[in-house]
């Protein structure tokens, strides 16, 4: 299982980024993913997920509005389109495989389905 985040970048506020997760070893059919950052001194949040269902999706709310998650089933790959960044965005976002409940507010990542990171740094 392999799971790599890609597209983060150093960008002003106001500006936009879309991260990619590429998966490995398992189908978006078979787990959910979820999209989690950590910014620096602050405990780990999830932001966003996508079910492996039927595709619907959870956002935190403070991303609401300004977040959108998606799915490319052929490519592995889902995409995390960040719109109107915000220096409170600014953290190592991570992706995962595991439970995703948008109707519930649940995300949760596997053990052992974490990805790598990559850094999103919004400057004011």
């Known amino acids: 299982v392999q799971l790599q985040a890609s597209g983060g970048g150093l960008v002003q506020a106001g500006d936009s980024l879309r991260l990619s997760c590429v998966v490995s070893g398992f189908t978006l059919n078979e787990h959910g993913i979820g999209w989690f950052r950590q910014a620096p001194g602050k405990a780990r949040e999830g932001v966003s997920c996508i079910s492996s269902s039927d595709g619907s999706a959870y956002y935190v709310d403070s991303v609401k509005g300004r977040f959108t998650i998606s799915r490319d089933n052929a490519k592995n790959t889902v995409y995390l389109q960040m719109n109107n960044l915000k220096p409170e965005d600014t953290g190592l976002y991570f992706c995962?495989?595991?439970?995703?409940?948008?109707?519930?507010?649940?995300?949760?990542?596997?053990?052992?389905?974490w990805g790598t990171g990559t850094l999103v740094t919004v400057s004011s």
């Open positions: 995962a495989g595991g439970i995703c409940v948008p109707s519930a507010k649940a995300m949760a990542a596997k053990e052992g389905f």
